[in-house]
């Protein structure tokens, strides 16, 4: 840590002095406490198409968590029961926060150990620190100012061609403390589970049954769409004040943007070039938008391949009976110029949409008064704009 001669301490983050000991990447994964796994199954998995990779049980068999992908990340989205909830995070899911951590990848397990000591220094309540399984990732969860959980964290298991993720026998004794400096790599812990006669095998992989009747672009998939990104994550605050400082002054993100609606100020905040990947709503907007009272949760983001997939989205969604609402107006998703709310089973609002505005080297967003309403109904094809497929990175094939 070093003074710089503008004031104010800065930190070495891989060779760059910054104002934090961490520099936020992007949204890694989003976890909701659920009370029933099996309907949140059937809508993410089953609906729209996340993919299996892991799940946890308890000592009588009794599932606890489910961690599903779009990707190669181990995990995107999790939906974790409630029963598990305990001490003060049990305290604010009574209280309505049902969300159960929005997660944000650092570059470096140095910056995880660094992160620790920054909030900690600024008063920030600690959840834990150490390592979690499944996923392999290291961790640290702090408290927002309203009790969201906010994880940041270092590595994640990736999940390759073969669809299967560590055995159980393959985690290692998880240590809940700040790591000691270095760690080994993971290929080293991989070949030491290999040199012990262990068998990678039983690692968990889903059963993908479903008749792959739809053309998506070329390839047979078992929906007309595939799910490519996450995020971003709206969320009710009851301060917006308190909140800006706290997600942009001691977590790094930038503030894209303020939007004035109904007289509530709203803010907009990035990570990285996407106009925002979390949205910070006055809680008195809640009441106002006629949305459910017992979540803090205003909307999950899951993000298209393409515009033809986002309205084919929606039509599948509806064919098998998934309600929609026009609860949020077009003014509080700005930079996403069409965006449809699906209800999932358990009341919270699912975004889907196409194209995020893509902020340059100047950090200004696009002036609000040269974006256009969408025109209703959607039509059927639209314009390209400057930031149509810009700044969406796809690995691999689509299934």
């Known amino acids: 840590m070093h003074e710089m001669k503008n004031g104010g301490a800065r930190h070495d983050v891989g060779g760059v002095m910054m104002r934090r000991p961490f520099k936020v ?36 068999g009794d599932p606890l968590a489910m961690f599903t992908s779009h990707g190669t990340d181990h995990h995107s989205f999790v939906a974790i029961h409630a029963s598990t909830a305990a001490d003060v995070r049990k305290a604010h899911l009574q209280n309505g926060i049902r969300i159960n951590q929005i997660s944000f990848q650092v570059g470096t397990l140095e910056e995880v150990a660094h992160a620790h000591a920054w909030f900690s220094g600024h008063d920030v309540p600690i959840s834990r620190i150490g390592r979690d399984f499944p ?60 040199r012990n006669g262990e068998s990678f ?55 894209t943007e303020d939007v004035i609606y109904r007289g509530h100020r709203c803010v907009y905040l990035r990570a990285g070039t996407n106009h925002h990947c979390v949205a910070l709503i006055p809680v008195a907007l809640r009441d106002t938008l006629r949305l459910d009272g017992s979540t803090s949760l205003l909307s999950f983001g899951v993000g298209m391949g393409s515009y033809a997939q986002l309205r084919d989205a929606v039509a599948f969604l509806k064919s098998h009976g998934v309600r929609f609402t026009d609860s949020v107006p077009w003014e509080l998703h700005p930079g996403i110029e ?13 975004q889907l949409y196409f194209g995020m505005e893509q902020i340059g080297w100047n950090g200004q967003p696009r002036p609000a008064a040269s974006r256009q309403k969408p025109s209703m109904p959607w039509p059927e094809v639209i314009e390209e704009s400057a930031d149509t497929y810009a700044g969406h990175t796809i690995q691999g094939p689509m299934a």
């Open 25 to 60: 990447r992007r949204l890694g994964h989003f976890a909701l406490w659920h009370t029933d796994l099996e309907a949140a199954r059937r809508f993410h998995v089953e609906l729209l198409g996340f993919r299996q990779t892991d799940y946890v049980r308890s000592p009588n």
């Open 135 to 194: 996923g392999s990732n290291w961790a640290l969860y702090v408290f927002d100012p309203d009790g969201h959980r906010i994880e940041l964290f270092y590595g994640m298991e990736q999940i390759g061609w073969t669809r299967r993720s560590k055995p159980p026998a393959a985690y290692l004794p998880i240590p809940f403390d700040v790591p000691s400096l270095p760690q080994p790599a993971e290929i080293t812990e991989v070949q030491e589970f290999e």
């Open 201 to 255: 095998a039983p690692g968990f992989r889903p059963e993908e049954s479903s008749p792959h009747d739809f053309n998506v672009g070329g390839i047979r998939l078992p929906r007309p769409f595939k799910v490519s990104e996450i995020g971003p994550i709206g969320i009710f605050v009851t301060d917006i004040d308190r909140s800006e400082r706290f997600y942009a002054e001691l977590l790094g993100l930038t503030k």
């Open 338 to 350: 069409r965006a449809a709310y699906a209800i999932a089973d358990d009341g919270h609002l699912i």
